[in-house]
């Protein structure tokens, strides 16, 4: 007996399928950001051309999302192996003709959401040496117990990118708001 899909989930697949390739996306994944999955990220980021550079590059820009999700999510999910709840979110790696593309997105609270839209444009306005001397200082500065590693994240997302920061809301309701953020490398950096 062969069990088909309802023609909702056959769309579904389709659709996403055509979007990854759409997209040359190397992966997607959705869930709770794990350790596991940061391994799957680094053994998939070595199979690329020039793995040894780019793999470095971009397994950096994958943790500090990872590491934005896993604590600053608003939806999560109970881990078995950190025995507790951590956050959910979605991480994809693409590219195009130019560039790497990492984006992630998550549900934060709309409080949350403003705060990294701000730091983004705070970022997202430095030169090179300002950037550079506010990431010194930042690290210098005494860490937040409920927000560990704020600013840093986004600061290493734009030194080691060398690009500016990209980023979208999308209101849920008044409390939540879907962020996005995206990080382009060019791939002139690898040559």
């Known amino acids: 007996m062969s069990m088909r899909l309802t023609d909702e989930e056959l769309f579904s697949m389709h659709k996403f399928y055509q979007f990854v390739r759409a997209?040359?996306?190397s992966l997607a994944f959705q869930g709770?950001?794990?350790?596991?999955?940061?391994?799957?990220?680094?053994?998939?980021?070595?199979?690329?051309?020039?793995?040894?550079?780019?793999?470095?590059?971009?397994?950096?820009?994958?943790?500090?999302?990872?590491?934005?999700?896993?604590?600053?999510?608003?939806?999560?999910a109970y881990s078995e192996k950190?025995?507790?709840?951590?956050?959910?979110?979605?991480?994809?790696?693409?590219?195009?003709?130019?560039?790497y593309i990492v984006n992630s997105g998550n549900i934060a609270t709309a409080?949350?959401?403003?705060?990294?839209a701000?730091?983004?444009?705070?970022?997202?306005?430095l030169a090179d040496e300002e950037l550079k001397k506010f990431h010194k200082k930042t690290l210098r500065e005494p860490q937040r117990a409920d927000k560990p590693g704020a600013n840093v994240g986004l600061i290493v997302m734009s030194r080691q990118s060398e690009n500016k920061l990209f980023y979208d809301t999308t209101v849920i309701n008044d409390q939540h708001t879907f962020i996005t953020l995206s990080v382009r490398v060019s791939k002139k950096l690898f040559m």
């Open 23 to 25: 997209n040359s996306m």
């Open 32 to 76: 709770i950001i794990s350790q596991d999955i940061l391994s799957l990220v680094g053994t998939t980021l070595r199979k690329k051309p020039n793995s040894e550079i780019v793999s470095k590059r971009l397994f950096s820009i994958v943790v500090e999302m990872a590491q934005n999700i896993y604590h600053y999510s608003a939806s999560r």
């Open 82 to 99: 950190d025995k507790k709840e951590i956050g959910v979110g979605v991480i994809t790696i693409g590219e195009n003709k130019d560039h």
């Open 111 to 116: 409080h949350d959401a403003i705060s990294v």
């Open 118 to 125: 701000e730091r983004c444009e705070y970022i997202n306005g």
